[in-house]
Protein backbone atom coordinates (compact mmCIF):
# COMPACT_ATOMS: atom_id res chain seq x y z
CA UNK A 1 0.00 0.00 0.00
CA UNK A 2 2.78 2.74 0.62
CA UNK A 3 4.73 2.12 -2.30
CA UNK A 4 2.09 3.73 -4.58
CA UNK A 5 3.19 6.97 -6.45
CA UNK A 6 0.75 9.68 -6.15
CA UNK A 7 -0.55 9.27 -9.63
CA UNK A 8 -1.13 5.76 -8.82
CA UNK A 9 -3.01 6.73 -5.48
CA UNK A 10 -5.18 8.93 -7.75
CA UNK A 11 -6.15 6.34 -10.08
CA UNK A 12 -6.80 4.00 -7.78
CA UNK A 13 -9.58 7.04 -5.88
CA UNK A 14 -11.10 7.77 -9.56
CA UNK A 15 -11.52 3.89 -9.60
CA UNK A 16 -12.96 3.46 -6.36
CA UNK A 17 -15.48 6.46 -6.92
CA UNK A 18 -16.61 4.57 -10.42
CA UNK A 19 -17.03 1.71 -8.63
CA UNK A 20 -19.71 2.85 -5.66
CA UNK A 21 -16.47 3.54 -3.43
CA UNK A 22 -15.71 0.01 -3.13
CA UNK A 23 -12.82 -0.03 -0.84
CA UNK A 24 -12.62 3.92 -0.45
CA UNK A 25 -10.91 4.16 2.91
CA UNK A 26 -8.68 2.10 1.88
CA UNK A 27 -7.77 4.12 -1.12
CA UNK A 28 -7.62 7.23 1.21
CA UNK A 29 -5.00 6.13 3.14
CA UNK A 30 -2.53 5.38 0.68
CA UNK A 31 -3.18 8.44 -0.64
CA UNK A 32 -2.83 10.23 2.17
CA UNK A 33 0.65 8.49 2.72
CA UNK A 34 1.57 9.26 -1.18
CA UNK A 35 0.43 13.09 -0.39
CA UNK A 36 3.28 13.01 2.76
CA UNK A 37 5.93 11.13 1.44
CA UNK A 38 6.05 13.51 -1.70
CA UNK A 39 5.60 16.47 0.81
CA UNK A 40 2.64 17.35 -0.99
CA UNK A 41 -0.05 19.31 0.57
CA UNK A 42 -3.60 18.36 -1.17
CA UNK A 43 -4.49 15.90 -3.59
CA UNK A 44 -5.66 17.44 -7.29
CA UNK A 45 -8.20 15.64 -8.95
CA UNK A 46 -9.49 15.71 -12.66
CA UNK A 47 -13.92 17.35 -12.37
CA UNK A 48 -14.50 15.32 -15.66
CA UNK A 49 -13.45 12.00 -13.93
CA UNK A 50 -15.81 12.24 -10.78
CA UNK A 51 -18.77 9.87 -10.91
CA UNK A 52 -20.33 13.04 -9.28
CA UNK A 53 -19.11 15.80 -11.21
CA UNK A 54 -21.75 18.38 -9.86
CA UNK A 55 -20.89 21.07 -7.06
CA UNK A 56 -22.72 19.12 -4.77
CA UNK A 57 -20.53 15.70 -5.24
CA UNK A 58 -17.80 17.43 -5.44
CA UNK A 59 -17.86 19.32 -2.05
CA UNK A 60 -19.45 15.66 -0.33
CA UNK A 61 -15.69 14.74 -1.59
CA UNK A 62 -14.00 16.85 0.16
CA UNK A 63 -15.59 16.95 3.15
CA UNK A 64 -14.94 13.10 3.31
CA UNK A 65 -11.74 13.27 2.23
CA UNK A 66 -10.96 16.18 4.70
CA UNK A 67 -12.26 14.19 7.74
CA UNK A 68 -9.57 11.14 6.86
CA UNK A 69 -6.71 14.23 6.84
CA UNK A 70 -6.20 14.51 3.16
CA UNK A 71 -7.17 17.80 1.71
CA UNK A 72 -8.67 18.19 -2.07
CA UNK A 73 -8.82 20.22 -4.84
CA UNK A 74 -10.15 20.70 -8.15
CA UNK A 75 -8.05 20.95 -11.51
CA UNK A 76 -9.68 23.66 -13.79
CA UNK A 77 -10.76 20.99 -16.50
Avoid at 20 to 47: Q, S, Y
Avoid at 55 to 61: A, E, H, I, N, S
Wanted: hydrophobic share 45%; proline share 1%.
Amino acid sequence: MSDLTLSQAIDNIYASLKANNADIDVHIAALKAALARDGVKEAVFDPARLAQNNRQGRKTMQAYFKKRGVAVTFSAG
